[in-house]
């Protein structure tokens, strides 16, 4: 990424939580996954995804969309659940950044989708682990 890009419009409150009370609602899908949920940083944006292996997921990154100021959190969570997870901690993320980007990536040439900008403040990547650890529990208790 040379620039930072522009700034995407997040979706409203609303239509978060009808997205969220439809996920929460809906029994686990019997395509429903195993995985690992991770999360890294490219300058201002979070990304947070799922892999069944994070070892050959960082070396995807690598390869596809080789940034060099991508940064991993080492922390990666386990989820018997991993897509309904995945997508229930984007919608928690989305209520607390400051905007969801799409821009095409000057490294790889794809469009970027599932990206956060959250602002300046040190203290996000301590905010995305405990909602991703909220949403973890949430997943494993309903």
Known sequence: MARMPKRGPRRSENVLTRLWNRTAAKAVSRVDRPGWIYVFRERDLWKVGRTNNRSRRVREWRRVCPVRE?????????????????????????????????????????????????????????????????????????
């Open 70 to 142: 991508r940064q991993w959190v080492p922390q990666s969570v386990w989820t018997p659940f991993a897509n309904r997870t995945e997508f229930l901690i984007h919608l928690a993320i989305e209520r607390v950044c400051v905007s969801r980007p799409r821009f095409r990536c000057h490294e790889c040439g794809k469009v970027h989708r599932e990206k956060f900008y959250l602002g300046d403040d040190l203290g996000n990547a301590e905010l995305i682990l405990l909602i991703i650890q909220n949403v973890v529990d949430f997943v494993l208790t309903n």
